[in-house]
């Protein structure tokens, strides 16, 4: 395999693209390639949604439309459709984010109820995803975390929190689907990764059910997948994790800084490589103990993955093995891994548009700081252009 032609195809990474939204794609990209802009974009965008101005149709045929499925799931329909025809599959994410009411909490578990019950009958969608916070109060993951005595109100809250992540842990079991569980900032995240250890405990007998996300920028999961592999080994129990670099590098670095801690995070992006890397190897080494969705937009990754199974003889769509990108980014690497018969799925954020809006403000700012992949989608989008005569 050549490494740099794999991914290059962009008939086939663009082929659901009509003109128009070839065109948008290369203006947003455009735009999200400027930092000032972003920066001033994102502010403006704040201040408007906050004083109900009149931006969110704006919003909707730019970004929105371009990284989001729509405002409801029904809206994602075609979308699922569209993609599967071509052979990837869907992760319907519901991204309102910020919503820590125990009504908000309990409509958030009750849509990926309804996702799961929805996946079970659709062969497009063998994903349901959840956020932890989407579950229960940041503060709460913040107080467990880092072991603060807990009052009995927060005790109560705390035991609807764990049974809202069995709920959905036991109905992707009884759908057979899987159930992927993002991972937030390292500050709150303990208290999450012990609830999805004892949820796989639970629920990953015999296959993977519930995966857990390793931030392959925090510079102790490697060692902590190892650890949990030796409890999974002498529990009887699988494995799932989603592999990802992390979103909140900026965050996460500030916060250290301004509180006097050691940065939890890798100190160059060249550390979190190696260790993206050295976790995907461990895992397809170990795939009898642990299944793997390999969540990134890097090509050497994808690449290093798929070299990777070629050597150790694992079929291509081997289903302990998936590939994902988020809906709206890296096409050309999400279809010419289809086409070649991997497993591979988007990622589809939906909701209404003001409560998706940090999901998009990451997404914009992931692509201005990472100048490289955005340079990458701009070069492929203008050959696509070009191929096109447009
Ligand atoms: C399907 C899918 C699911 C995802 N789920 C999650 C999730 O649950 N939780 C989550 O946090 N993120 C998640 N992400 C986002 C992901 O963590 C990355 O932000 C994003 O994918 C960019 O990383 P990359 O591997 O695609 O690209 P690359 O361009 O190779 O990597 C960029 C990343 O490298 C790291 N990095 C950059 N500079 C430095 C530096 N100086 N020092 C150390 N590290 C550095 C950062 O993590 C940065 O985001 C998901 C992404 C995908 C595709």
């Known amino acids: ?55 969110e149709g704006l919003i909707r045929s730019t ?20 993609l599967f025809e071509v052979g990837v599959s869907s992760v319907l994410d519901y991204s309102v984010e910020g919503k820590e009411g125990s009504d908000q909490l309990d409509s958030s578990l009750n849509k990926v109820l309804e996702l799961t019950d929805f996946a079970e009958t659709k062969p497009a969608m063998p994903f349901s995803v959840f956020k932890p916070t989407g579950f229960g109060r940041f503060e709460l993951y913040r107080k467990i975390t880092k072991n603060e005595e807990l009052t009995n109100d927060e005790k109560n809250e705390w035991e609807r929190l764990v049974q809202r992540f069995d709920t959905a842990s036991k109905a992707a079991f009884d759908a057979n689907i899987t159930l992927l569980i993002d991972s937030e900032e390292t500050w709150m995240q303990d208290a999450a990764d012990q609830l999805c250890e004892q949820m796989m405990e639970k629920y990953n007998k015999e296959r993977a059910v519930v ?50 801690y050691n940065t939890p995070m890798h100190k160059s992006k060249d550390a979190t490589d190696s260790d993206f890397n050295a976790i995907l190897l461990y ?28 050597e150790k003889n694992i079929a291509i769509n081997d289903p302990r093995v998936w590939f994902g990108q988020l809906y709206g980014m890296s096409d050309h690497i999400t ?8 497993n591979v799925a988007k990622y589809i954020p939906f909701g209404p548009v003001k409560d998706v809006m940090p999901y998009l403000i990451r997404r914009a700012e992931e692509n201005t700081s ?11 989008l203008k050959k696509e252009k070009n191929r096109r005569g447009i």
């Not at 499925?69 to 075609?78: I, T």
């Open 211 to 260: 995966f857990n996300t390793l931030q392959c920028y925090r510079w102790d999961r490697l060692d902590y997948l190892k650890e949990q592999h030796k409890k999974a080994k002498a529990g009887g129990y699988k494995l799932g994790y989603k592999i990802v670099r992390g979103a909140y590098l900026e965050k996460e670095n500030e916060r250290a800084e301004e509180k006097g």
């Open 63 to 82: 970004v929105f439309d371009h990284f989001c499925g729509g405002v409801s799931e029904k809206d994602c329909m075609p979308v699922v459709d569209n």
């Open 1 to 55: 395999m050549e490494p740099n032609s794999i991914f290059d195809n962009t008939e086939t990474a663009f082929k659901l693209k009509s003109d128009s939204e070839l065109e948008r794609a290369y203006f947003l990209f455009r735009m999200i390639a400027n930092e000032p802009l972003v920066r001033i974009g994102t502010a403006a965008t704040k201040f408007a949604l906050n004083l109900h101005l009149p931006v």
């Open 370 to 380: 990472v100048a490289g992949q955005t340079n990458r989608e701009l070069s492929l």
């Open 283 to 310: 895992i397809i080494d170990n795939l009898d103990d642990i299944e793997l969705f390999i969540g990134t937009h890097n090509e050497d990754s994808n690449y290093l993955a798929m070299e990777i199974m070629e």
């Open 335 to 342: 279809f010419n891994l289809a086409t070649k018969g991997y």
